[in-house]
T-cell receptor
Framework: RKEVEQDPGPFNVPEGATVAFNCTYS??????FFWYRQDCRKEPKLLMS???SGNEDGRFTAQLNRASQYISLLIRDSKLSDSATYLCVVNPTTNAGKSTFGDGTTLTVKP | DARVTQTPRHKVTEMGQEVTMRCQPI?????VFWYRQTMMQGLELLAYFRNRAPLDDSGMPKDRFSAEMPDATLATLKIQPSEPRDSAVYFC???????????FGSGTRLTVV
Protein backbone atom coordinates (compact mmCIF):
# COMPACT_ATOMS: atom_id res chain seq x y z
CA ARG A 1 0.00 0.00 0.00
CA LYS A 2 1.30 3.47 -0.88
CA GLU A 3 2.02 5.94 1.91
CA VAL A 4 -0.13 8.57 0.22
CA GLU A 5 -2.98 7.66 -2.10
CA GLN A 6 -5.04 9.82 -4.37
CA ASP A 7 -7.78 9.09 -6.85
CA PRO A 8 -5.98 9.74 -10.15
CA GLY A 9 -9.16 10.86 -11.89
CA PRO A 10 -9.44 12.42 -14.34
CA PHE A 11 -12.17 14.62 -12.99
CA ASN A 12 -13.96 16.38 -15.83
CA VAL A 13 -16.30 19.10 -14.63
CA PRO A 14 -18.10 22.08 -16.19
CA GLU A 15 -17.18 25.62 -15.29
CA GLY A 16 -18.84 26.74 -12.10
CA ALA A 17 -18.99 23.26 -10.63
CA THR A 18 -17.79 22.33 -7.16
CA VAL A 19 -15.28 19.51 -7.07
CA ALA A 20 -13.59 17.74 -4.16
CA PHE A 21 -10.49 15.60 -3.99
CA ASN A 22 -9.47 13.30 -1.19
CA CYS A 23 -6.09 11.99 -0.25
CA THR A 24 -5.42 9.26 2.33
CA TYR A 25 -2.17 8.69 4.18
CA SER A 26 -0.92 5.68 6.10
CA UNK A 27 1.46 7.18 8.66
CA UNK A 28 -0.65 8.23 11.63
CA UNK A 29 2.30 10.21 13.01
CA UNK A 30 2.33 12.57 10.03
CA UNK A 31 2.52 16.17 11.11
CA UNK A 32 2.08 18.52 8.19
CA PHE A 33 0.11 18.45 5.00
CA PHE A 34 -0.04 20.42 1.78
CA TRP A 35 -1.74 20.64 -1.57
CA TYR A 36 0.35 21.44 -4.64
CA ARG A 37 -0.82 22.21 -8.13
CA GLN A 38 1.07 21.11 -11.22
CA ASP A 39 0.30 22.35 -14.70
CA CYS A 40 1.26 20.30 -17.72
CA ARG A 41 5.03 20.28 -18.26
CA LYS A 42 5.59 22.68 -15.36
CA GLU A 43 6.90 22.37 -11.84
CA PRO A 44 4.61 21.72 -8.85
CA LYS A 45 3.61 24.87 -7.02
CA LEU A 46 2.41 25.13 -3.46
CA LEU A 47 -1.31 25.77 -3.38
CA MET A 48 -2.03 25.71 0.33
CA SER A 49 -1.17 24.18 3.64
CA UNK A 50 -3.71 22.02 5.43
CA UNK A 51 -4.47 22.52 9.10
CA UNK A 52 -6.59 20.54 11.53
CA SER A 53 -8.95 23.48 11.81
CA GLY A 54 -9.31 23.63 8.06
CA ASN A 55 -8.33 26.59 5.96
CA GLU A 56 -9.81 28.53 3.13
CA ASP A 57 -8.25 30.63 0.40
CA GLY A 58 -10.82 32.17 -1.88
CA ARG A 59 -12.56 29.35 -3.75
CA PHE A 60 -10.31 26.70 -2.24
CA THR A 61 -10.89 24.94 1.07
CA ALA A 62 -8.58 22.35 2.58
CA GLN A 63 -9.49 20.03 5.44
CA LEU A 64 -7.61 17.50 7.53
CA ASN A 65 -9.21 14.54 9.24
CA ARG A 66 -6.61 12.97 11.49
CA ALA A 67 -8.91 10.27 12.82
CA SER A 68 -9.58 8.91 9.35
CA GLN A 69 -6.18 9.94 8.01
CA TYR A 70 -7.23 11.89 5.01
CA ILE A 71 -7.02 15.40 3.66
CA SER A 72 -9.37 17.01 1.21
CA LEU A 73 -9.40 19.89 -1.22
CA LEU A 74 -12.63 21.55 -2.26
CA ILE A 75 -12.78 23.88 -5.24
CA ARG A 76 -15.91 25.96 -5.60
CA ASP A 77 -17.05 27.79 -8.74
CA SER A 78 -14.35 26.08 -10.77
CA LYS A 79 -12.66 28.03 -13.57
CA LEU A 80 -11.03 26.85 -16.77
CA SER A 81 -7.71 27.91 -15.25
CA ASP A 82 -8.16 25.42 -12.42
CA SER A 83 -7.41 22.61 -14.89
CA ALA A 84 -4.24 20.98 -13.56
CA THR A 85 -3.00 18.05 -11.53
CA TYR A 86 -3.40 18.41 -7.77
CA LEU A 87 -0.84 16.69 -5.57
CA CYS A 88 -1.26 16.05 -1.89
CA VAL A 89 1.83 16.01 0.25
CA VAL A 90 2.36 14.50 3.68
CA ASN A 91 5.29 15.29 5.91
CA PRO A 92 6.23 13.10 8.88
CA THR A 93 7.68 15.95 10.91
CA THR A 94 7.05 19.55 11.75
CA ASN A 95 10.32 20.51 10.11
CA ALA A 96 10.95 20.60 6.40
CA GLY A 97 11.75 16.94 5.93
CA LYS A 98 11.17 13.99 3.74
CA SER A 99 7.73 14.63 2.35
CA THR A 100 5.75 12.06 0.45
CA PHE A 101 3.86 13.16 -2.62
CA GLY A 102 0.74 11.52 -3.89
CA ASP A 103 0.59 10.66 -7.57
CA GLY A 104 -1.88 13.47 -8.18
CA THR A 105 -5.46 13.94 -9.28
CA THR A 106 -6.08 15.43 -12.70
CA LEU A 107 -8.82 18.01 -13.05
CA THR A 108 -10.16 19.29 -16.35
CA VAL A 109 -12.67 22.13 -16.22
CA LYS A 110 -14.66 22.46 -19.43
CA PRO A 111 -16.62 25.42 -20.78
CA ASP B 1 9.60 36.44 -5.92
CA ALA B 2 12.51 34.24 -4.86
CA ARG B 3 13.15 31.37 -7.22
CA VAL B 4 14.95 28.06 -7.38
CA THR B 5 17.11 28.10 -10.49
CA GLN B 6 17.93 24.92 -12.37
CA THR B 7 20.26 24.46 -15.29
CA PRO B 8 20.14 23.27 -17.97
CA ARG B 9 16.43 23.42 -18.78
CA HIS B 10 16.80 20.71 -21.41
CA LYS B 11 19.50 18.13 -22.03
CA VAL B 12 19.74 15.53 -24.76
CA THR B 13 22.65 13.16 -24.46
CA GLU B 14 23.81 9.80 -25.69
CA MET B 15 23.75 6.72 -23.56
CA GLY B 16 26.95 6.36 -21.55
CA GLN B 17 27.64 10.08 -21.30
CA GLU B 18 27.93 11.96 -18.02
CA VAL B 19 25.16 14.37 -17.16
CA THR B 20 25.40 17.09 -14.53
CA MET B 21 22.37 19.07 -13.39
CA ARG B 22 22.68 22.15 -11.23
CA CYS B 23 20.40 23.89 -8.79
CA GLN B 24 20.60 27.20 -6.98
CA PRO B 25 18.24 27.07 -4.00
CA ILE B 26 16.51 30.09 -2.57
CA UNK B 27 18.82 32.09 -0.35
CA UNK B 28 18.19 31.17 3.27
CA UNK B 29 16.58 27.82 2.54
CA UNK B 30 18.55 25.14 4.31
CA UNK B 31 16.79 22.07 2.90
CA VAL B 32 17.29 21.02 -0.70
CA PHE B 33 15.64 18.16 -2.53
CA TRP B 34 16.14 16.36 -5.82
CA TYR B 35 13.06 14.75 -7.37
CA ARG B 36 12.57 12.84 -10.59
CA GLN B 37 9.26 12.74 -12.42
CA THR B 38 8.15 10.40 -15.16
CA MET B 39 4.72 9.62 -16.49
CA MET B 40 4.91 6.11 -15.06
CA GLN B 41 6.37 6.83 -11.60
CA GLY B 42 5.13 10.25 -10.64
CA LEU B 43 7.39 12.29 -8.36
CA GLU B 44 10.18 10.26 -6.79
CA LEU B 45 12.46 11.67 -4.12
CA LEU B 46 16.06 10.94 -5.06
CA ALA B 47 17.97 12.75 -2.31
CA TYR B 48 17.76 15.59 0.12
CA PHE B 49 20.13 17.76 2.09
CA ARG B 50 19.85 19.87 5.19
CA ASN B 51 22.51 22.48 5.84
CA ARG B 52 24.42 20.91 2.93
CA ALA B 53 24.65 17.52 4.61
CA PRO B 54 23.01 14.60 2.79
CA LEU B 55 20.18 13.23 4.93
CA ASP B 56 18.65 10.67 2.65
CA ASP B 57 19.64 9.40 -0.76
CA SER B 58 17.88 6.06 -0.56
CA GLY B 59 15.82 6.87 -3.62
CA MET B 60 18.85 7.21 -5.82
CA PRO B 61 20.56 4.42 -7.82
CA LYS B 62 23.95 4.78 -6.17
CA ASP B 63 25.93 2.99 -8.83
CA ARG B 64 25.38 5.80 -11.32
CA PHE B 65 23.85 8.75 -9.49
CA SER B 66 25.53 11.14 -7.10
CA ALA B 67 24.27 14.28 -5.39
CA GLU B 68 26.33 16.94 -3.69
CA MET B 69 26.11 20.43 -2.22
CA PRO B 70 29.55 21.97 -2.57
CA ASP B 71 28.22 25.17 -1.02
CA ALA B 72 24.95 26.66 0.19
CA THR B 73 24.19 28.19 -3.21
CA LEU B 74 24.73 25.13 -5.36
CA ALA B 75 23.40 21.59 -5.46
CA THR B 76 24.41 19.13 -8.17
CA LEU B 77 23.01 15.85 -9.41
CA LYS B 78 25.27 13.76 -11.58
CA ILE B 79 24.54 10.67 -13.63
CA GLN B 80 27.46 8.64 -14.91
CA PRO B 81 26.99 6.72 -17.14
CA SER B 82 23.54 7.80 -18.30
CA GLU B 83 21.01 5.29 -19.63
CA PRO B 84 17.79 5.73 -21.65
CA ARG B 85 15.72 4.81 -18.57
CA ASP B 86 17.08 7.94 -16.86
CA SER B 87 15.03 10.07 -19.26
CA ALA B 88 12.75 12.14 -17.06
CA VAL B 89 12.25 15.62 -15.63
CA TYR B 90 14.52 16.27 -12.68
CA PHE B 91 13.29 18.86 -10.19
CA CYS B 92 15.20 20.59 -7.47
CA UNK B 93 13.22 22.09 -4.59
CA UNK B 94 14.22 24.05 -1.53
CA UNK B 95 12.53 24.87 1.74
CA UNK B 96 13.20 26.64 5.02
CA UNK B 97 13.69 24.73 8.24
CA UNK B 98 10.17 25.32 9.44
CA UNK B 99 7.45 23.73 7.43
CA UNK B 100 5.90 26.05 4.91
CA UNK B 101 6.06 23.97 1.79
CA UNK B 102 8.77 23.81 -0.83
CA UNK B 103 9.57 25.87 -3.87
CA PHE B 104 10.41 23.90 -6.97
CA GLY B 105 12.68 24.89 -9.80
CA SER B 106 11.49 24.65 -13.38
CA GLY B 107 13.21 21.33 -13.83
CA THR B 108 15.74 19.81 -16.19
CA ARG B 109 14.16 17.74 -18.92
CA LEU B 110 16.66 14.96 -19.66
CA THR B 111 16.52 12.74 -22.70
CA VAL B 112 19.05 9.95 -23.03
CA VAL B 113 19.16 8.37 -26.49
Amino acid sequence: RKEVEQDPGPFNVPEGATVAFNCTYSNSASQSFFWYRQDCRKEPKLLMSVYSSGNEDGRFTAQLNRASQYISLLIRDSKLSDSATYLCVVNPTTNAGKSTFGDGTTLTVKP
Amino acid sequence: DARVTQTPRHKVTEMGQEVTMRCQPILGHNTVFWYRQTMMQGLELLAYFRNRAPLDDSGMPKDRFSAEMPDATLATLKIQPSEPRDSAVYFCASGPRTVSGYTFGSGTRLTVV
